[in-house]
């Protein structure tokens, strides 16, 4: 863990200006969810949700500023996420694409 | 230990707080954070199989979903999440006052989370009851007044209280736990040279925040315009 050798204090400012995004991006994904984009509803609202929730865990949670390990174990916890909601969603998604035989 | 083997030179923290299977304060802070993280990390794992849950169901029945969801108060949703947003920053900021050892700072701080997370499930309580007064919670009484699909409509809300009921548990927790910190940071347990409870505390609130900003979109803001569509 040689690579973190001071303890970090994030500067008070970085939280202000995080905590003004997220409370922004708040009220934008909720007035833009009124308006009728087709599919990219879904598309917009979502991205916004993993930029918030990566400001959090970059700023609030210290992780830009953590050792590597801590970025792995973050990233090795994202990645089994995806892959328990990639591939089983990957299953539904696919299932009308062809026909089975006997159904 | 024996009295006399104590030089009373050396700060009391240092003596109290370094665990002797630790080379430094800082192996033993990493060490902590890397714990809590493991945690989360089976936290995030545990609210996905939820969100699966969700994603597949609403893949199969995208109409009674659609409907289903704008039974939820919108404004009220956002107002809600700002509070919460309100609550990381306090978190946050009592954080900070601990690693620059202001006490009265800390203690301050964590109050006002303690206060805004209670006005969260405030909120979401009056939601639960407004829920329940218009028979939408499954059951002999449901009765989703207007929805397409309405037979499967107590998929989505059954998720929905699953989901937010799963969240306002870990709020519950919190809560608990927070109240203890309040306590001993009163005390002066914490100090900037030895805060780790209250940092690993800050990861665990911050993620339940993480939580609410996907279940925000998700519960009530993705079908949103469809209203029109049916």
Request: charge should be neutral.
């Amino acid at each position: 863990m040689a690579d973190h050798s001071e303890h970090h204090i994030v500067p008070r400012r970085v939280y202000y200006l995080v905590f003004i995004t997220l409370i922004v991006m708040t009220w934008v994904t909720a007035i833009v969810s009124t308006i009728d984009l087709g599919r990219l509803n879904v598309f917009v609202a979502l991205s916004i949700a993993i930029f918030k929730a990566s400001l959090v865990i970059l700023f609030f949670m210290h992780v830009k500023y953590g050792t590597k390990l801590t970025k792995m174990i973050v990233l090795a916890g994202l990645y089994w996420l995806i892959l328990l909601l990639f591939i089983a969603m990957a299953d539904l998604w696919t299932r009308g694409w062809m026909g089975v035989p006997g159904r | 230990m024996a009295s006399h083997t104590v030089p009373h030179e050396p700060a009391p923290q240092e003596a109290v707080t370094l665990k002797h299977h630790f080379a430094n304060e800082e192996q033993q802070k990493d060490a902590s954070t890397i714990g809590m993280w493991v945690f989360l990390v089976t936290e995030i794992m545990f609210f996905g199989g939820l969100f699966l849950a969700y994603f597949a169901y609403r893949q199969e029945y995208p109409a009674a979903f659609a409907s289903a969801s704008n039974k939820t108060n919108l404004w009220l949703g956002a107002a809600n999440t700002t509070v919460l947003i309100c609550s990381s920053l306090t978190m946050a900021l009592a954080v900070n006052a601990a690693s620059l050892g202001k006490r009265k700072l800390l203690v301050l701080f964590l109050i006002l989370t303690l206060m805004l997370g209670g006005a969260f499930l405030g909120v979401k309580a009056y939601e639960y009851h407004d829920k329940w007064v218009h028979h939408e919670v499954p059951g002999a009484h449901f009765d989703c007044e207007g929805c397409d699909d309405a037979g499967h409509a107590p998929l989505f809300f059954s998720l929905y209280f699953g989901m937010t009921g799963l969240h306002a548990t870990h709020m519950l927790v919190g809560f608990v736990i927070l109240v203890i910190l309040i306590a001993q940071s009163a005390k002066g347990k914490y100090t900037a040279k030895w805060y780790t409870p209250i940092e690993m505390f800050g990861l665990y609130w911050h993620f339940v925040d993480i939580v609410w900003i996907f279940l925000f979109p998700l519960l009530y803001l993705i079908d949103r315009s469809k209203m029109g569509l049916k």
